[in-house]
């Protein structure tokens, strides 16, 4: 089993930042990938960032240039940076992790951007 505890979301103003981290613990062994997913009310998940074990990253174009995600292998951590964040980007966020085959995924956390 593969525990995935999610921190750093709230609530901040538009063009602010946040930086979300998830704390990966449990049987995990070199995760092909690790990101971040986010669902707005009525929504769809969707993708905002995922880093995978080649090194390669991927980024919703509704974030690009704004998020940034780094990955610490040696902590099994992810994080997402968030600059010039906008009322658009409100949503629960989640973090996941894919590790020997199964997809795993955090409890998620509400990031509001909001004056």
């Known amino acids: 089993q593969v525990q995935l505890v999610e921190s750093g979301g709230g609530l901040v103003q538009p063009g602010g930042s946040l930086r979300l981290s998830c704390a990966a613990s449990?049987?995990?062994?070199?995760?092909?990938?690790m990101g971040w997913y986010r669902q707005a009310p009525g929504k769809q998940r969707e993708l905002v960032a995922i880093?995978?074990?080649?090194?390669?990253?991927n980024y919703a174009d509704s974030v690009k240039g704004r998020f940034t995600i780094a990955r610490d292998n040696a902590k099994n951590m992810v994080y997402l940076q968030m600059n010039s964040l906008k009322p658009e980007d409100t949503a629960v966020y989640f973090c996941?992790?894919?590790?020997?085959?199964?997809?795993?995924w955090g409890q998620g956390m509400q990031v509001t951007v909001s004056s």
């Open positions: 880093s995978h074990n080649n090194g390669s990253t």
């Open positions: 996941t992790c894919t590790t020997r085959g199964l997809d795993y």
């Open positions: 449990g049987s995990i062994f070199n995760p092909r990938s």
